[in-house]
């Protein structure tokens, strides 16, 4: 019998448990985490009244035994875990599932009067509070969930963007395409930096003020590796779990994955950092398999695909132009936008030396407009395959 302790509750946790239950025959699971599993990046769906709760009856009923507690030391010489409750569970295999927490706004004064935006409480205090302006500082997916609630619950969002929308994952055009859509939905923007929170809404390093009654932060998130760092695990440029391929850590019974650890990038071979719930599924794939003995590997691309306010679909795909360049590629870009398919604006970035597909993002209005042509720009890029081959089919 192979006991597996999984920490987390989360996209990466959950599928851990379902894959471990599925590759590995002797394996007795538990699932240990300190909220009922939910999806966590349907948060903003909670107001309209959708259920986000993932079920655990099926894994109970293979034998999954999840526990609602907190972890509060790993004994990796023990291999052993204890629990805020004083239980200690024993392993052969520790996977560390513990995401990631809203980025701090450290250097910027009152910054411990914002909000950020991760668990349900975080919605249900929006909704309990029922504040007629909200600023949201960042410029990120996150941010525009946030917004996505205000609008739900009534209240007028103003997202203060420094540069531009979610810039490491859309083309420059989409970006400001994505927020003359956003506008029309009624959320409004504010260009700037915070230079002071104040009860009373924000200031701006330009000047201005930003009005609300609420301030929320969404500049990135900073990866739980509190039990990591504390049971000496390597961290990867002492922020986040170092892992291989496989999701193992310097400690070959603990793995790692989703929000707290670095992944591989396909298209560089570089570790990089993704922070998203599909690098989170596809390594909770890889991690069981690598428990199971197997050493089959899936690669794990940079892939997000959302909706914000019912109408507004997104996709973004490996790497944006302007990041490309940073990461050593001579890109260019192929516009397909209004092309059948396509989306209402969109570009397929290519690398110019081999003409090889490395990125993808676009925008449209309608369900399903742009998702089948993003699953096959995910595709060509895992099958490096040429630009002319992606846009004759």
Same mark, same amino acid.
């Given at each position: 019998?192979?006991?597996?302790?999984?920490?987390?509750?989360?996209?990466?946790?959950?599928?851990?448990?379902?894959?471990? /239950? $599925? @590759?590995?025959e %002797?394996a007795?699971?538990? #699932?240990?985490? &300190?909220? +009922?599993?939910?999806?966590r990046?349907?948060?903003?769906?909670?107001?309209?009244?959708?259920?986000?709760?993932?079920?655990?009856?099926?894994?109970?009923?293979?034998? /999954? $035994? @999840?526990?609602? %507690?907190?972890?509060?030391? #790993?004994?990796? &010489?023990? +291999?052993e875990?204890?629990?805020?409750?004083?239980k200690?569970?024993?392993?052969?295999?520790?996977?560390?599932?513990?995401?990631?927490?809203?980025?701090?706004?450290?250097?910027?004064?009152?910054?411990?009067?914002?909000?950020g935006?991760?668990?349900?409480?975080?919605?249900?205090?929006?909704?309990?509070?029922?504040?007629?302006?909200?600023?949201?500082?960042?410029?990120?997916y996150?941010?525009?969930?946030?917004?996505?609630?205000?609008?739900?619950?009534?209240?007028?969002?103003?997202v203060?963007?420094?540069?531009?929308?979610?810039?490491?994952?859309?083309?420059?055009?989409?970006?400001?395409?994505?927020?003359?859509?956003?506008?029309?939905?009624?959320?409004?923007?504010?260009?700037?930096?915070?230079?002071?929170?104040?009860?009373?809404?924000?200031?701006?390093?330009?000047?201005?003020?930003?009005?609300?009654?609420?301030?929320?932060?969404?500049?990135?998130?900073?990866?739980?590796?509190?039990?990591?760092?504390?049971?000496?695990?390597?961290?990867?440029?002492?922020?986040?779990?170092?892992?291989?391929?496989?999701?193992?850590?310097?400690?070959?019974?603990?793995?790692?994955?989703?929000?707290?650890?670095?992944?591989?990038?396909?298209?560089?071979?570089?570790?990089?950092?993704?922070?998203?719930?599909?690098?989170?599924?596809?390594?909770?794939?890889?991690v069981?398999?690598?428990?199971?003995?197997?050493?089959?590997?899936?690669?794990?691309?940079?892939?997000?695909?959302?909706?914000?306010?019912?109408?507004?679909?997104?996709?973004?795909?490996?790497?944006?132009?302007?990041?490309?360049?940073?990461?050593?590629?001579?890109?260019?870009?192929?516009?397909?936008?209004?092309?059948?398919?396509?989306?209402?604006?969109?570009?397929?970035?290519?690398?110019k030396?081999?003409?090889?597909?490395?990125?993808f993002?676009?925008?449209?209005?309608?369900?399903?407009?742009?998702?089948?042509?993003?699953?096959?720009?995910?595709?060509?890029?895992?099958?490096?395959?040429?630009?002319?081959?992606?846009?004759?089919?």
């Amino acid at each position: 019998m192979r006991r597996v302790v999984i920490v987390g509750f989360g996209l990466g946790g959950m599928g851990t448990a379902r894959h471990t /239950v $599925e @590759f590995v025959e %002797d394996a007795k699971v538990a #699932v240990i985490g &300190d909220e +009922k599993p939910y999806v966590r990046h349907k948060l903003r769906l909670i107001p309209s009244g959708e259920d986000i709760s993932v079920s655990t009856r099926h894994l109970e009923s293979d034998g /999954v $035994e @999840f526990l609602e %507690d907190h972890v509060i030391k #790993v004994r990796r &010489d023990q +291999k052993e875990v204890e629990l805020r409750s004083g239980k200690r569970i024993k392993y052969d295999f520790l996977v560390l599932a513990t995401g990631a927490n809203p980025s701090s706004l450290r250097k910027v004064p009152g910054s411990e009067l914002t909000y950020g935006f991760r668990k349900k409480s975080d919605v249900d205090l929006l909704v309990d509070k029922n504040p007629s302006r909200v600023a949201i500082i960042g410029a990120s997916y996150v941010a525009l969930h946030i917004a996505d609630v205000a609008r739900s619950v009534g209240a007028e969002p103003v997202v203060i963007v420094r540069s531009r929308l979610i810039r490491r994952s859309l083309e420059p055009e989409i970006s400001a395409y994505l927020e003359e859509k956003l506008r029309e939905h009624g959320v409004k923007f504010a260009k700037g930096s915070p230079k002071e929170v104040k009860e009373n809404g924000v200031l701006l390093d330009s000047g201005d003020f930003v009005e609300a009654d609420m301030v929320y932060r969404a500049t990135g998130v900073s990866p739980e590796i509190t039990l990591a760092s504390k049971c000496g695990l390597d961290l990867h440029e002492g922020w986040v779990i170092n892992v291989d391929r496989q999701g193992r850590t310097s400690d070959p019974n603990v793995f790692a994955l989703g929000d707290a650890a670095i992944i591989h990038d396909p298209l560089t071979n570089k570790p990089e950092y993704a922070g998203i719930g599909t690098a989170a599924t596809i390594m909770s794939f890889n991690v069981a398999k690598a428990i199971s003995g197997s050493k089959m590997t899936l690669r794990i691309p940079r892939y997000q695909k959302d909706v914000f306010l019912r109408g507004i679909h997104m996709i973004s795909i490996g790497w944006t132009s302007p990041e490309a360049e940073k990461q050593g590629f001579n890109p260019e870009r192929v516009e397909m936008s209004g092309k059948p398919g396509w989306g209402e604006k969109s570009y397929v970035v290519y690398d110019k030396s081999t003409s090889q597909v490395i990125g993808f993002s676009g925008i449209a209005t309608e369900r399903n407009m742009i998702r089948e042509k993003g699953l096959e720009v995910l595709l060509a890029m895992l099958r490096r395959k040429k630009v002319g081959e992606l846009i004759s089919g």
